[in-house]
């Protein structure tokens, strides 16, 4: 007998050889599948997984975590795979586990303003299917991303300033525990002063604490009127000052987006925004009832004309809305297409908003003496920008990307800030969680991951930098 035929299954397969008797048509081992699932978006780290089962209710998740705990592999939770920090990257003797294909709609309570739906529903899917009730859920982060990765990662987006993020629209969920023990956590109702809040810790958890399996989301009426315009400036200061004033006025925006002109010039070209110029410029939507957007409008007019707008262009059609936004949610796309070849990566920083600009200035600062090219844009509303630092894909240009980096994040934390305001820790973050947080809450943190999932066999190095467990 062979060497091969002797060997002991290693742990993966035995938990493979053991889901085939019930889950055999949801596993699959083809390279080309298990490529799908060796990386997200952006962050240039990649690793085939042993193989990708696609889950189709809590009880094969709780089936798959219950197998993995006990044969000590690893499993990492797969939503729609947009995150870009690294975040579903997994070991190659892990599982991915694709959510995907639990996109049902579980409850639907429009006199409550809520619903409950199954974890891998994309937020897109879930507003075609509501939209004739008047209903939508708003956090927006643009692509195609589903509810568990948007919980996950505590997504936001454009929709944020006036919606806020997906830690202020989830009221309960159900979640499976390493182990494969299946909890339900909150409830339905807008508030309760019951117990320690673990709804809001596994927002955000990136798949490192447990599996997320049904979502309790908040729902809003469809505004009954919708403005989009723009508004360009001959400098970053005069459209950050907008922005900022706008928020300390009290304006309740539906959104406020800012793209340098480095930015405007990429998306001029990728979107065929030919009418307008590579300028900084801020992109706005207003939304309520007709008088309130006729105030706001009104206000944020006056408030850029001081500052020096060089006036506004209205999107008048909801075609025309369509294309401004999309134009928008391209612009990381627009940014890469500058330079296909090039390494790219997206810092994420945010800060109060009084310090905005003074952060803003200060990247600028760094930008042009790092002689990099970067895109700034960002959902200024929030204090949030991300810089789009784009080098040669060699080791040198990694050095001073990471250079960069660095230095902006160092401001942003100077500032009281965060090196992430949405998109993550993932890898990519990883060195900036201690500078963040300290050592006592990073401890804090590990001993909660020490406790929820003893053998460490979700999403393995992800979020937490390696280190010493909280020894109390
Ligand atoms: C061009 C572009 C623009 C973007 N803009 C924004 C933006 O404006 N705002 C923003 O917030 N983000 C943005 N993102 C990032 C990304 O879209 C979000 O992080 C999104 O929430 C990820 O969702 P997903 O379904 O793709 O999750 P995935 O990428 O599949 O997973 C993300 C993380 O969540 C974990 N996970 C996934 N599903 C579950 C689950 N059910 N239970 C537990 N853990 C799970 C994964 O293990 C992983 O750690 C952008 C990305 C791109 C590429």
Redesign the pocket.
Known sequence: MSDTLSAPMTGVETVLSALRETMGTQISTVPSVREEHSH???LDVSCLPAAVVFAESTDDVSRVLSLCHEHRVPV?????????EG??TPPADGISLD?SRMTEIVQFNPEDLDCRVQ?GLTRQELNTRIRDSGLFFPVD???E??L??????R????AAVKYGTMKENVLGMTVVLATGEVIRTGGQVRKSSTGYDLTSLFIGS??TLG???EIQLRLYGLPESIAAAICQFSTVDEAITTAVEMIQYGLPVARVEFLDEVQMAASIAFSHLDELKPLPTLFFEFSGGPASVREQVEATESIARDNGGLGFAWADTPEERTRLWKARHDA??AARAIDHSALVISTDCIVPISRLAELIDGAREDIAASGLRAAMLG?VGDGNFHTLILTENSAEGRARLLELDRKIVGRALALGGSCSG???V?IGKLEFLEPEHGVGALSVMRALKQTMDPRGIL?PG?LLPPGEAYRG
């Open positions: 997200g978006e952006a990492v939770a797969f939503g729609a795979g947009t995150s870009i975040h579903v959510l974890a982060p643009g692509g991303a589903t568990g990765g948007m919980c996950a990662t997504a936001s987006g454009t990136e798949g599996i997320i399996t990381f796309w959902h949405e998109h993550g993932g999403n992800k």
